[in-house]
């Protein structure tokens, strides 16, 4: 039999400001993804246009959720269940950590718009999740 309490006390003592800690701010949820299949395919050319490259953070985070539609809070339902967060997200991590993660396999690719400067700038770079 599974014991459930303790993972019920967990997300339980999880307050909204300690749950916000465990971003890691890497800003892969905001860039655009495609699932095909077993895979998901990251644009890491392509983001949200509240999304700042350099800083790495939402420009309007504060109000992201009313003012911008796509805009989704990972909550711990995503964290347990969304196969489209990367395994380097804070909050998988911590759904990981505590045997909480529960989403289908997807094999990552990370790939870039071609580039007349850098001919690797196009090559799929390509992380595998268990």
């Known amino acids: 039999?599974?014991?459930?309490?303790?993972?019920?006390?967990?997300?339980?003592?999880?307050?909204?400001?300690?749950?916000?800690?465990?971003?890691?701010?890497?800003?892969?949820?905001c860039h655009e993804k495609t699932i095909v299949g077993k895979d998901i395919i990251y644009n890491l050319d392509q983001w949200c246009e509240h999304y700042d490259p350099e800083t790495k953070l939402c420009r309007i985070y504060a109000k992201r959720l009313t003012e911008h539609?796509?805009?989704?809070?990972?909550?711990i339902y995503r964290a347990m269940f969304a196969s489209y967060l990367p395994p380097t997200c804070g909050y998988v991590e911590w759904a990981q950590k505590n045997h909480l993660r529960f989403a289908p396999y997807r094999r990552i690719q990370y790939v870039r718009?071609?580039?007349d400067e850098d001919p690797e700038i196009n090559t799929p770079l390509t992380a595998q999740v268990d």
């Open 113 to 115: 718009e071609s580039s």
């Open 69 to 75: 539609a796509r805009c989704k809070s990972v909550n």
């Open 1 to 29: 039999m599974i014991r459930m309490g303790r993972w019920f006390k967990q997300l339980k003592d999880l307050k909204e400001d300690r749950w916000e800690n465990h971003c890691h701010q890497c800003g892969m949820c």
